[in-house]
């Protein structure tokens, strides 16, 4: 893994571009393919690849690239910007695309890591945009000339899942350079739909995918004319032998095509499928930094579909600023009728009816009354005769 620098040649005052590599350990593989990548540049030279002017090592033993300075962006930043793009829009970079991996496969060399990642553009007013080719780091060479190259290990999958062809995803050790093509086709395809042709969730699924499944129709996502579809599709075979012979083939079928799919322009949404945005596998770092590890970039929304967002938010806005408006009317409309109706007075309390409680008369019992107290005896005076005595007593 390594990262880009831009600088300035303390001498000669020129911009370039120094890449570090980050991951360092002596002789190791990683090395090497640092040391790989500056050969087989500087084997091919064509304008359409960028340049490589020298190598070096950090005090640390770091090694490094002296690199042409590019100031443009990835094709990967120009897809989320402005996908779908039309055939006029897109054949100038597939074209400088095509001529650079030509020019490769010419020399034996086979590109293997081909993704919008490593492809720079450096737009210009009036003019074709230049495209340059980058990170040749786990190319592969074609020749007999192998004994200074790194030799991949047999069954080993090496590039990036989103973009490698299906004999890569299955570790063939017997690719060539028909490889690229296919990632080539998988670059156009995102380039007029504005997606993948495989959204997986893992890099295990994109594999599987490219092995066993074919991917959606462009017509069917952006109205793609069915002659260019055609030719991105032939470049999406399964199997090498059924995609075009060469990257200088498929490019001149492209450049045939009638003047009205030339001028064609991509209809998102087309048949119901929405559209949406690729996922963006661009590292990000400081400014001025680039490495190629894999990290999933939230996409942004494209530039001419902001009106359409913006006038949704603009009704949902209105809608409910409407709706705050009529819930204070309505509070208001409570406080009023509540002050215009009348206070009740309390009602007064009614007389309240003592009901009247008839005496029963006793139960019979069935006991008799207890038998009355006997009469008290009362003072007997009985009368008897005087006698001389009580008279005498009595005077």
């Not at 001419?304 to 006038?311: A, E, G, I, K, V």
């Not at 309240?352 to 009354?369: D, F, G, Q, W, Y």
Request: charged letters at 20%.
């Amino acid at each position: 893994m390594g990262v880009v620098y831009s600088a300035i040649h303390p001498v000669l005052e020129r911009n370039v571009a120094i890449k570090v590599l980050t991951e360092y350990e002596s002789g190791s593989r990683a090395v090497q393919r640092f040391i790989q990548e500056a050969r087989l540049v500087n084997r091919i030279e064509h304008p359409n690849i960028v340049r490589i002017f020298g190598y070096g090592e950090l005090p640390e033993g770091r090694p490094y690239l002296v690199m042409e300075h590019l100031a443009g962006r990835t094709l990967n930043a120009l897809i989320r910007e402005r996908a779908p793009l039309s055939l006029d829009e897109a054949f100038p970079i597939l074209e400088a695309i095509g001529a650079g991996l030509q020019a490769a496969h010419e020399h034996g060399i086979v590109h293997r890591d081909l993704k919008p990642q490593n492809v720079m553009v450096l737009e210009q007013l009036g003019s074709a945009p230049v495209v340059k080719l980058l990170d040749f780091g786990i190319a592969k060479l074609l020749t007999p000339q192998t004994s200074s190259l790194v030799a991949t290990r047999t069954g080993t999958t090496i590039g990036s899942p989103s973009y490698m062809s299906p004999e890569q995803c299955a570790g063939r050790e017997d690719i060539d350079l028909r490889t690229d093509l296919y990632s080539l086709g998988v670059i156009a395809y995102e380039m007029f739909t504005g997606r993948l042709p495989f959204r997986a969730p893992s890099h295990v699924e994109a594999r599987s995918m490219h092995l066993h499944e074919a991917p959606t129709p462009p017509s069917l996502v952006t109205g793609v004319p069915a002659p260019l579809e055609r030719i991105i599709l032939r470049a999406l075979q399964k199997r090498p032998e059924d995609r075009h012979s060469s990257i200088a083939a498929w490019l001149a079928e492209l450049a045939q095509l009638p003047v009205e799919v030339r001028h064609w322009r991509p209809v998102p949404a087309a048949h119901g499928e929405s559209f949406e945005p690729p996922v963006d596998t661009l590292a990000l770092g400081k400014p001025g930094e680039l490495s190629r590890a894999d990290v999933a970039i939230t996409p942004q929304p494209k530039p001419q579909m902001r009106d359409s967002r913006l006038s949704r938010r603009a009704a949902f806005g209105l809608g409910m600023l409407a709706g705050a408006v009529a819930m204070l009317a309505i509070g208001i409309l409570l406080m009023r009728w509540h002050r215009v109706q009348p206070v009740a007075e309390p009602a007064r309390p009614s007389a309240v009816t003592v009901p009247t409680i008839k005496a029963e008369a006793p139960a019979t019992s069935a006991v008799e009354p207890p038998a009355p107290a006997p009469a008290k005896p009362s003072k007997t005076h009985h009368k008897r005769r005087l006698t001389p005595d009580d008279i005498n007593r009595d005077l």
